[in-house]
């Protein structure tokens, strides 16, 4: 039903930024959520942030809050995370994901998931 592709992926140094883009392409409907999860070798997958279509709420990991922002083009199905003030503990696969319904801090509630995007970030 939903194929979603990432890009937006590099190497940075520490202290920089990166925008990284998500599209939704298939037959959505206005009630669902997007938001990205990350994985780095030999770490379990975490919440970073998703972003409800319809209300446009946001909700955003402890450890990202006040660096990271998520935001969303509604005619384009695109979601974006602009990623500031980035940190090597940042260095991860970031997978953009998608779910019926409100957002949730659990992997197992999303439904569609991208191809993910390397992250790295240099000291």
């Known amino acids: 039903q939903v194929q979603l592709v990432e890009s937006g992926g590099g190497l940075v140094q520490a202290g920089g930024s990166l925008r990284l883009s998500c599209a939704a392409s298939?037959?959505?409907?206005?009630?669902?959520?997007m938001g990205w999860f990350r994985q780095a070798p030999g770490k379990e997958r975490e919440f970073v942030t998703a972003?409800?279509?319809?209300?446009?709420?946001?909700y955003y990991a402890d450890s990202v809050k006040g660096r990271f922002t998520i935001s969303k083009d509604n005619a384009k199905k695109t979601v974006y995370l602009q990623m500031n003030s980035l940190k090597p503990e940042d260095t991860a696969s970031y997978y953009c994901?998608?779910?019926?319904?409100?957002?949730?801090?659990?992997?197992?509630?999303?439904?569609?998931w991208g191809q993910g995007t390397q992250v790295t970030v240099s000291s």
């Open positions: 994901t998608l779910r019926w319904g409100d957002p949730s801090y659990s992997d197992h509630h999303y439904n569609y």
């Open positions: 972003i409800s279509w319809s209300g446009g709420s946001a």
């Open positions: 298939g037959r959505t409907f206005t009630s669902y959520t």
